[in-house]
């Protein structure tokens, strides 16, 4: 008896849990980048364009803000916000723009590898929202600089000739 009274109250939790739990919102926007991976070395500037879409099929969404996140954080990256001047300041039902949202400037010493990017546009059905109404993601490849190269490459060489002439006496 006492083994089913646990399983019925299991039952009526697990029932009172899924009716109670709200349906998951989605975001109105959606965004792509037409090209999220990009590389560098010092001294690029990269530029992200995006494609962004209205998926709701009543509401017009407002753009009011964005944000911009690079990790790691304290990277050398610096960015430059494109969207007050290229961003439009609404999307109606079903419609979609493409515009220069960011770019990347990789100054010269950055220290070389992947850094992983998230990019928000907030806003709303009205001019004082400032909901998540889209979100995407982008990476910055940061590759040596060619002189770098050049110059490991010259010493690894000038190694191999010493080690060369030390094995043939």
């Known amino acids: 008896m006492t083994k089913l009274r646990s399983l019925l109250f299991l039952s009526l939790t697990i029932v009172g849990l899924l009716l109670a739990a709200t349906a998951a919102n989605a975001d109105p926007l959606s965004l792509t980048f037409t090209q999220a991976f990009q590389s560098g070395v010092g001294g690029d500037t990269l530029t992200f364009d995006v494609n962004v879409i209205n998926n709701s099929p009543t509401e017009v969404v407002d753009f009011n ?15 430059n916000d494109e969207f007050f001047a290229n961003s439009p300041f609404f999307l109606n039902p079903g419609d979609s723009s493409e515009y220069e949202a960011f770019t990347v ?29 889209g979100a995407g993601i982008f990476d910055v490849n940061v590759t040596p600089e060619p002189s770098s190269i050049f110059l490991m490459l010259t010493g690894m060489a000038g190694l191999a000739g010493t080690l060369r002439r030390r094995l043939v006496r």
Request: charged share 15%.
């Open 65 to 79: 803000s964005d944000s911009l996140n690079i990790s790691p954080v304290g990277n050398d990256l610096v960015t």
């Open 105 to 133: 400037f990789i100054p010269s010493g950055t220290a070389p590898g992947l850094y992983e990017g998230s990019y928000v546009i907030e806003g709303g059905p009205t001019g004082s929202d400032f909901d998540e109404v």
